[in-house]
């Protein structure tokens, strides 16, 4: 009988997951792929979103384009997960699994910073970018902006990078550039703290476009009667518009479960097994030593697939996941740059930077349609 995977979670780490499994061995498994929405959206659409680029139709990709050999998809939103017992419990139903891998991503704790909901706009979510959309066209007669990093470890770390120069861009074309200012506050001290070169690359970028970039500075909250930001180390900074980048954390049933410690799930970062067997974590779920990108989901994904591949056709181990990957950034002006990371294969990790052009513009496009192409088939555009 084949076995019966269950795949928590149907994101960057989820859908690569079923694929990779699903191509390899369709015939010895049974997976039940399980999200609660119907469908998935890139974490950078979320950028192309609140900057008006693309409409909100042109970037979901709708879960019922699915169709693997041996993969069966479920909408339904995941309440119990027992690691111990391999049970998961949903909305609907009870799944009993013979593997069980959570890709459940990342959650928001907007009230970890006081103001931000009042005063502020969160743009991780895809809702929170639809309103911080609206707040920057509503935006004009130009003013202070504020970007700021809230918590200490955050999705793609090159994103308030991006969005700052986004912001600069955008007000550019609407003549406000001149009217405005626009500081980027981060508790990281650097924007790719392992990498100098690539560090150095990007902060010459933001000063070149006049942004204020404050680095190991974190807003602890907003006074929203008076729209200051309060930082950790005593500044404060005024804010006609505040775009924040909210506190991180696991979702709620996860924390819930007994596989979490300190807020994550600590795994193998070679395997990606959790401490109950035949359990797996992968994505932005785990506290494996990686950023929290899709990238890297993507990489962890292909690793665990090779993992379980071997373990049901009874094949020798596969290598251990390399913790490389590439992010592409958005440098304003239809430029994009491209940072490329290894966090586990040598001594100290490496970034590697590539400057900004139209060519990797496009290569970014490319790169999108092949995962929604590899993911939801040759019929989804
Ligand atoms: C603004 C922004 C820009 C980004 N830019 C980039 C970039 O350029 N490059 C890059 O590599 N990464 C980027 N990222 C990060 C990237 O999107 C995430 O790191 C990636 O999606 C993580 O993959 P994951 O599989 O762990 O989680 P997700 O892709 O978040 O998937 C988790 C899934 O679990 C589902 N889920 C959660 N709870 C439940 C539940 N209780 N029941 C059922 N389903 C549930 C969710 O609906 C979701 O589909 C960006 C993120 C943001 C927000």
Redesign the pocket.
Known sequence: MADHVVV???????LELVTGISEAIPDKVHITL????DA?M???S??DVMFGRRQASEVWNPYRGIDKPGVEFRQ????AIDPENRRVV?DVATYDADILVV?????YDVAATPGLAEDGFE??SFSG?ERARDALVAFNNGGAVVVGVLGPFF??P??PI??ALLVDNYLAKRGLRESSTVHLVSPMPAPIPISQKTSSALTAILEEHGIEYWPGSKVNRLDPEHHVAHLDDGRELSYDLFLGIPVHCA???VVASELVEDGWIPVDPATFATKFPNVYA????TSAPVP??????EGE?ATVAKVLIAKLTEDSDPLPYDGS?G???ELGGDLVGRIDVNFLSYDTPVAKFTAPSAALSEEKQAWESARVHRWFGPNVS
């Open positions: 928590l979670g149907a994101g960057f780490g989820g399980i999200d609660k929405s998935f890139f974490g950078f979320k950028l339904e939103t995941v309440t949903t890709a459940l991503g990342a959650d743009f991780y970018a999705k793609c090159g994103a991006e969005t979702p709620e049933v992968i994505g932005d779920v929290r990108a899709g990238g890297i989901a994904a990957a992010c592409y950034v």
